[in-house]
């Protein structure tokens, strides 16, 4: 049987802590080991010092990690976001351009001379082209014909043809057609952007 040890106090005890051995009172009052008199020792100070600093730099560097580590998310779901929404992206600008260029057409804010030269650029001759224009462009295109004989439109008979719309043309040369319709136009810019990266 183990011995007892029995304490008897003259007054009621309040409060009760368990302590480590080296910390027990010394002339009454507890100490805590590391301290010697009012000072941490000194080797235990510098040592406590450069474990606090390191734990502070390991700390660091998890955090360096693991921004790190969210930045590269972060792109990755950028790229994704990106190419899954590219052909919705392409489709919208180019609505956004149709729209912008109907409008153009209904208020006649185009240079119809402008887009027959493009589409003359376009042309493998310049001998014995037939350029079909709507009836409404047709009469800006013979004007300058007759005011600059010399202009690029010298030798291209121009012809009314009520299928093409405004804004538009069709040229027919002697080794094939060229068109310049807005319709084309648009699906170029759509295949353009769905290429970008």
């Known amino acids: 049987m183990a011995n007892t040890f029995t304490v008897n106090l003259a007054q009621q005890v309040t409060s009760v802590s368990i302590v480590a ?34 734990r502070e730099k390991a700390e660091i ?15 990755r779901f950028y790229e994704q976001v990106l190419s899954k929404h590219k052909e919705e992206i392409a489709k919208l600008s180019v609505e956004i351009a149709n729209k912008v260029l ?26 014995d082209v037939l350029v079909h224009l709507n009836p409404q462009d047709l009469s800006a295109c013979q004007k300058l014909q007759q005011d600059d004989p010399g202009s690029a439109f010298a030798g291209i008979k121009f012809i009314a043809d009520p299928s093409i719309g405004r804004a538009e043309c069709l040229l027919e040369t002697p080794k094939g057609i060229i068109k ?18």
């Open 21 to 54: 051995r080296d910390s027990w009172p010394v002339n009454g009052e507890m100490r805590d080991p590391r301290v010697r008199g009012d000072r941490l020792a000194p080797a235990e100070a510098g040592g406590r010092a450069t474990s606090d600093e390191e």
């Open 102 to 127: 109907i409008q153009k057409v209904q208020k006649s804010d185009y240079q119809i001379e402008s887009i027959v030269k493009e589409a003359l650029k376009n042309a493998p001759v310049h001998q």
């Open 180 to 197: 310049s319709f807005i319709e084309q136009h648009l699906e170029r810019i759509s295949e353009a952007l769905m290429k970008v990266e």
């Open 61 to 75: 560097a998890q955090l360096c990690q693991t921004l790190n580590c969210l930045v590269s998310e972060l792109n």
